[in-house]
């Protein structure tokens, strides 16, 4: 039943991707690398158009925070920069997060708009957004690193921390994501990514996380409130 759940979400999903996008993915592989046919190689799809800027909306009501263990593992995990440079999210402790898994030809991929308008708002309050490249849903991330970087900075003026591609679902899935894929969202959800533009919301001082579905917008007036509320005191 837990893998029929999967698939109808799955399902559901692709509506919210554009003609553009590959075919739904129906299952995961369990290889870490979720497959399905497509008409278009991945690598000659039209990357998606750019939305109009962003004009934030009101904090609305976000749903329960979970409790997050203070000394979590995945603070310390290593994981390089888009560029290249060795990090982890400790370095961004004391502020609020949201990460988020991202592809640049993806029908939600103009959620960046919204993305980069939450980090010019709140980013001088202690906020930053974190991006997390992924190729496992329709392979809708499929190029190098400086093509993802010269996308995000050309096509939507992203200013905020992007990480190298990596795994989310599957025998690979990053350490980060061993630790966020056991947090439920307001629905129950837990386990498995279902599709690119899942967001967490991190508390400031470590201990609360929000989990939104990707179909949820960043600006959307519960990650907004879930954002304000996640702010240094």
Same mark, same amino acid.
């Given at each position: 039943?837990?893998?029929?759940?999967?698939?109808?979400?799955?399902?559901?999903?692709?509506?919210?991707?554009?003609?553009?996008?590959?075919?739904?993915?129906?299952?995961?592989?369990?290889?870490?690398?979720?497959?399905?046919?497509?008409?278009?190689?991945?690598?000659?799809?039209? +990357?998606?158009?750019?939305?109009?800027?962003?004009?934030?909306?009101? !904090?609305?009501?976000?749903?329960?925070?979970?409790?997050?263990?203070? +000394?979590?593992?995945?603070?310390?995990?290593?994981?390089?920069?888009? #560029?290249?440079?060795?990090?982890?999210?400790?370095? /961004?402790?004391?502020?609020?997060?949201?990460?988020?898994?991202?592809?640049?030809?993806?029908?939600?991929?103009?959620? /960046?708009?919204?993305?980069?308008?939450?980090?010019?708002?709140?980013?001088?309050?202690?906020?930053?957004?974190?991006?997390?490249?992924?190729?496992?849903?329709?392979? #809708? +991330?499929?190029?190098?690193?400086?093509?993802?970087?010269?996308?995000?900075?050309?096509? /939507?003026?992203?200013?905020?921390?992007?990480?190298?591609?990596? +795994?989310?679902?599957?025998?690979?899935?990053?350490?980060? /994501?061993?630790?966020?894929?056991?947090?439920?969202?307001?629905?129950?959800?837990?386990?498995?990514?279902?599709?690119?533009?899942?967001?967490?919301?991190?508390?400031?001082?470590?201990?609360?996380?929000?989990?939104?579905?990707?179909?949820?917008? !960043?600006?959307?007036?519960?990650?907004?409130?879930?954002?304000?509320?996640?702010?240094?005191?």
């Amino acid at each position: 039943m837990k893998r029929l759940a999967y698939v109808v979400v799955a399902l559901s999903l692709l509506g919210a991707c554009s003609k553009k996008d590959p075919e739904p993915v129906v299952a995961s592989t369990g290889t870490g690398q979720d497959t399905a046919p497509s008409a278009t190689p991945p690598s000659t799809q039209p +990357e998606a158009p750019a939305a109009a800027p962003v004009e934030l909306p009101a !904090p609305g009501t976000a749903p329960p925070a979970q409790p997050l263990a203070k +000394e979590t593992p995945m603070w310390n995990a290593p994981i390089k920069t888009l #560029q290249g440079q060795d990090g982890d999210l400790a370095a /961004y402790k004391g502020k609020a997060l949201l990460l988020v898994n991202v592809a640049s030809k993806c029908g939600l991929t103009p959620q /960046y708009s919204a993305l980069e308008a939450l980090q010019k708002k709140y980013g001088p309050k202690g906020f930053t957004v974190v991006g997390f490249p992924c190729n496992q849903f329709g392979g #809708q +991330e499929p190029g190098t690193a400086e093509e993802i970087e010269t996308f995000c900075s050309t096509t /939507y003026g992203v200013t905020f921390p992007m990480m190298e591609k990596i +795994e989310v679902n599957g025998p690979g899935r990053h350490p980060i /994501y061993q630790e966020l894929t056991q947090i439920a969202d307001a629905s129950g959800h837990t386990g498995d990514i279902r599709w690119n533009f899942e967001k967490f919301v991190i508390s400031a001082d470590g201990t609360q996380i929000t989990r939104f579905d990707p179909r949820t917008t !960043p600006d959307d007036p519960a990650v907004i409130a879930a954002i304000e509320a996640a702010l240094p005191r």
